[in-house]
């Protein structure tokens, strides 16, 4: 008798609807890869291993899980964005939402062999000096947090266990509010000395010999116990551990540096410390007394090495930041503008009002930025592949250029979750492009001086550029036309529900400007935008708008319904101004009711012209 089975629609529904199966992770498609993960408690001994692989790789792949990216659809970096507006837009970002995870990858590529060494850090902004830094505050994004928790990502571990940081900027208003500092080398004043300093020196002068003399005298012991007690309460000596130090109250820098010149003349027997208040500056002047020149060697060193572990406790993950930029090794990313705001907004201080001073700024420490997706560009200048999977899969789909990984560190079952994995896939996928474009990496100078165009070029949509200033914005398709921005129009105040081709047709026989070819698209549910083709129809258009469409029934009407219209100007404005609302309509509304100088606007040149093309479509229900 044959076995009955269930219909095969029965079993397709039971797959899909059993809530206890256990989802798939695509992370774990590989088992031979392992990433090492870091939190608080293995952060130290990791330093340690990570800085002789940094130096001795000859690439840095990072990758980064933040709380989001965008508030808006229009948030986002859009084609129609110049290299301005899409810095705007990643400063925004960058300045509101978190990093939880910094995945770092030193690698070296040697022949078709990847050998990497991947970690995952896992971060949380904890302020753990009471310091009032980092800032507690920060969005997430639901759509980021959910694709975290299907990777399996533990919250509570990260909140626990996370790394803590500073930025350069922060650490260093930090080291103004906290701990004593040990003055290695006094400096005679260079000032002349008034009457209120001479008065000062004389009196903690006199103070500082007889609290000496009375130490000395108390250790040699030929005083009674009660006498030596007398005497210190009178000289008004404390302890600091086993040595016998003393208090110089300041009430300014200036006493800080006369107590310092005095303090020289009892170079071989004291060491001073800074005191400092809690709200920033210094309070007193410690003096701590040691008994011979071994021993104030020996109080030296343990004070810097105390300073030293409380400065690493402060900086924190930051410290990783400072070895890759200390070694000078280009640093591979997939998203650059996103991730480099991001790395300059935490770790190394505010970010700059514009693109130009951004790109300074960060030239200083990572010299060598390359973008997969610009490097992409060589090989498939006309196909904009927007993750790491789709350019994986397109190289191999076309190319022959097996690149084996070998990971030689060794990472424990419980380190080897399933996070950081888009390290490797970076590390991976740029040894494949060196590999297509037949790219030594034998050395790093092959490499870099290779893609010497495409360092440091964070405008997502540019292709490589000789000329750093260079800002045009690309959109890799197959057919692409370039297009000035004084040809874009933002128009909206149309009835909810409207789909670009409806509106095009409203438009069509509505003015002069629409007689010729252009383009409809929406940037989100609310604004849209036109493109025209015929150089001077924008203008025209607008002029109608303002006008009140005059002469113009069909545009007399669509005004009266509620459209209006903006130039790309006003757009970049919106930008600068950092009206970020969440339709675009209301942010241009706001914009255009906002009195602006436009003589105060920044005066550097940008590129006007952006590319378009006809087959682009953005999908409403992703709005």
């Not at 080291?175 to 000032?191: D, F, I, M, P």
């Not at 020196?201 to 030596?228: M, P, Y």
Request: proline share 4%; with cysteine.
């Amino acid at each position: 008798m044959p076995t009955l089975r269930p219909p095969r629609f029965l079993l397709r529904r039971f797959i899909t609807t059993n809530t206890h199966t256990k989802p798939i992770n695509k992370t774990t498609q590989n088992p031979k890869w392992c990433v090492k993960q870091v939190s608080k408690f293995n952060f130290s001994e990791t330093l340690e291993t990570i800085k002789d692989q940094i130096l001795q790789s000859d690439f840095i792949a990072v990758s980064l899980k933040k709380t989001g990216s965008h508030s808006a659809p229009w948030h986002k970096t859009l084609s129609i964005d110049t290299p301005e507006t899409a810095y705007l837009k990643a400063k925004y970002a960058a300045e509101r939402f978190q990093l939880f995870q910094f995945a770092v990858c030193p690698f070296s590529v040697r022949d078709s062999k990847l050998i990497a060494y991947p970690y995952n850090f896992h971060l949380f902004p904890r302020d753990d000096f009471k310091l009032g830094m980092p800032c507690y505050s920060f969005m997430c994004q639901s759509s980021y947090l959910t694709s975290m928790a299907n990777e399996g990502f533990d919250f509570n571990a990260c909140i626990n266990e996370g790394i803590s940081y500073l930025s350069r900027a922060q650490e260093s208003i930090a080291r103004n509010r906290r701990g004593n500092t040990v003055v290695s080398k006094l400096v005679q004043s260079s000032s002349a000395h008034s009457v209120a300093d001479t008065l000062f020196l004389k009196r903690i002068q006199s103070r500082v010999k007889s609290w000496i003399t009375a130490c000395k005298e108390s250790n040699t012991g030929s005083e009674d116990a009660l006498i030596r007690s007398l005497r210190k309460v009178m000289v008004g000596s404390e302890e600091f551990g086993s040595r016998p130090c003393l208090m110089i109250d300041v009430c300014s820098e200036r006493h800080v540096q006369l107590a310092l010149e005095m303090l020289k003349e009892f170079a071989d027997d004291v060491v001073p410390l800074l005191i400092r208040a809690k709200g920033g500056g210094i309070q007193a002047v410690q003096v701590v007394l040691t008994s011979s020149k071994e021993d104030k060697d020996i109080f030296e060193r343990e004070q810097q090495c105390k300073e030293e572990d409380e400065n690493r406790r402060v900086c924190g993950f930051r410290e990783v930041i400072d070895l890759i930029a200390a070694s000078q090794k280009p640093v591979v990313a997939q998203n650059s503008l996103s991730d480099f705001t991001l790395i300059h907004s935490k770790f190394l201080g505010p970010l700059p009002p514009i693109m130009d001073e951004f790109r300074t700024s960060l030239r200083l420490l990572f010299p060598h930025v390359l973008d997969i997706s610009h490097l992409m560009d060589e090989i498939s200048p006309l196909k904009k592949l927007n993750s790491v999977s789709a350019a994986t899969s397109y190289l191999k789909r076309r190319f022959f250029a097996p690149i084996d990984v070998e990971i030689p560190q060794q990472v424990e079952a419980d380190e080897s979750k399933n996070h950081g994995f888009d390290v490797l896939r970076i590390s991976q996928l740029f040894a494949k492009i060196c590999s297509v474009l037949k790219v030594s990496t034998e050395t790093v100078e092959d490499a870099s001086s290779a893609f010497k165009g495409y360092a440091n070029v964070f405008n997502p949509y540019s292709a490589s550029s000789d000329d750093p200033l260079e800002e045009d914005v690309r959109i890799s398709t197959d057919h692409q036309q370039k297009l000035s921005t004084q040809n874009i129009v933002f128009v909206w105040g149309f009835t909810v529900g409207t789909s670009a081709k409806m509106l095009r047709n409203q438009l069509l026989n509505s003015h002069e400007a629409f007689s010729d070819e252009f383009d409809v698209r929406f940037v989100d549910k609310s604004c849209a935008i036109i493109a025209f083709w015929k150089p001077n129809s924008s203008a025209k258009f607008l002029e109608a708008m303002e006008s009140g469409g005059i002469n113009c029934d069909s545009l007399s009407n669509l005004i009266s319904d509620g459209l209006r219209s903006a130039d790309y100007e006003t757009y970049k404005r919106l930008c600068n101004l950092g009206l970020w609302e969440v339709n675009l309509a209301d942010s241009l509304d706001n914009t255009l009711a906002t009195d602006f100088d436009v003589h105060g606007e920044d005066s550097h040149t940008e590129s006007t012209e952006v590319y378009w093309r006809n087959t682009d479509r953005i999908n409403i229900d992703d709005l």
